[in-house]
């Protein structure tokens, strides 16, 4: 029953080992080529399974650490490592959604535009003087309020007015005290 145990142990060391050698071929192989390097591109290419990668933290560390090196490219440009590729497309993504925006601002502006231009062009627009129309309205909004105030102002003088009037009256219409004449001086 020992060599049993013994056996199986052996063919899955065996196996491990071979799939470590594949993982490590692999790793190689994308780095030279260039091609992307990540956990699941690795398993894929070495045919293990992404847990095998995590349960083997050597290898799991060899692929991040590769994936994070600069590659040169064929051209021999400037090196490029994956975390500038990712903050690049980042960029562009966000360039997109502001030139997205501006377009159709543009477009809105556009839009409105040529509408106006038509609809004067149609003689159902408003005339060609509406500014200065519209400085006469305000001025004679102007004069309006002005005109209300000093009617308030009026109002209340003939109020004040007519309380006097109204105080004097009723002083003449009071009944006279009999007793000694008042002199008039």
Known sequence: ???NTTGIAAARQAHSTRCRQRVIAALEQAAHQGSEISISA???RAKVDRSFLYRHRDLHS???AKAAEPTTTKTGGPAVSRASLIADLANAHDRITRLSRENTQLRQRLSESLGEQIWRESGLGAPDDVDRLQRRVTELE???AEQRRQLAERNDELDAARAANRDLMAHLNRPQTTGAAVSPN
């Open 1 to 3: 029953m020992n060599t």
């Open 42 to 44: 690795i398993a894929r």
């Open 62 to 64: 060899a692929v991040l």
């Open 142 to 144: 102007q004069h309006a």
